[in-house]
């Protein structure tokens, strides 16, 4: 199996990661989630995050954005840590989740006036940031409509807002464009490369069409059976693996059987969270 070997970063490259992993380790009884995994990412970088279907992605993401705790190793986003400065990690992000999270119940404008108080946004500053968002997708106009109104597209677009509505430092995407149609993602895709280009926004996100990983990541991490089997840049990987295409390098490293999500390390995730 390839796989990079860790390069030593001076103290100026290390204090440049916005994100920190370190040797960090999920076991749920005898089952290994995530087995010490180490990477990190510098402010204002595109970074993919791939692997199959219960590789370790989600469990790694839910350790960094708080909601899960780490059986060992070290996470720092934006310099906190998750365990300890939850508060302050929560304000350093905004995330789309692979599901939506809205309320279909409550208006776009709705959505985003809660989500702005839940994060402290000023209240001088919460109604022109609301339409500034609401703009910038392309949603102002349908600002009054409830949200089971609206298309799967619309509803991305709309995550996207909230997400960005309290200035975070990093953009966590988990799947944003499942089940989009082409249109639609590279709709979402423009708006997201522009920020990360505008704010040096930071952009960690997952996904299975690696189409969109070669137009977008500046760098890419494979995990697999909770492993960080490979890293580098999408040119790096496809001279180490001798393949065309990422795709084609996936599968090399990855195998081709399907996977499915294991039915018994998802309850046990459910029953961890519930304690």
């Known amino acids: 199996m390839l796989q990079t070997i860790p390069k030593k970063c ?16 999920k076991k749920f009884k005898d089952l290994v989630a995530v087995d010490d995994v180490s990477f990190g990412v510098k402010k204002g970088e595109i970074f993919a995050f791939l692997g199959p279907n219960g590789a370790g992605k989600s469990t790694t993401i839910k350790m960094m954005t708080t909601v899960m705790r780490p ?9 906190f840590r998750p365990e300890t400065e939850a508060h302050q990690v929560r304000k350093s992000f905004g995330i789309v989740f692979q599901d939506s999270s809205l309320d279909d119940k409550l208006t776009a ?48 677009r709309l995550e996207v807002a909230r997400g960005l509505l309290h200035h975070p430092e990093i953009f966590f995407l988990d799947e944003p464009t499942l089940g989009l149609d082409p249109q639609t993602r590279n709709y979402i895709w423009k708006y997201i490369k522009n920020l990360n280009q505008e704010k040096n926004i930071t952009i960690f996100f997952t996904t299975h069409y690696m189409e969109e990983v070669e137009q977008m990541a500046d760098r890419v991490a494979i995990i697999d059976h909770g492993k960080i089997i490979i890293s580098g840049t999408v040119k790096e990987l496809l001279e180490q693996t001798g393949k065309e295409t990422l795709e084609q390098a996936f599968i090399e490293l990855t195998g081709r059987d399907i996977r499915e999500e294991d039915a018994s390390a998802v309850d046990q995730m459910r029953n961890q969270m519930r304690h």
Request: charge should be positive; glycine fraction near 8%; hydrophobic fraction near 35%.
């Open 10 to 25: 001076s103290m100026m490259e290390c204090m440049e990661n916005i994100i920190e992993v370190k040797n960090l380790t």
């Open 71 to 79: 059986t060992s190793g070290e996470i720092k986003i934006n310099g």
């Open 109 to 156: 404008y709705e959505n985003l006036k809660y989500h702005g108080i839940l994060y402290g946004v000023p209240r001088a500053d919460l109604k022109p940031r609301i339409e500034k968002m609401l703009k910038f997708v392309d949603l102002w106009k349908r600002r009054k409509d409830v949200v089971k109104k609206y298309s799967g597209g619309m509803k991305r």
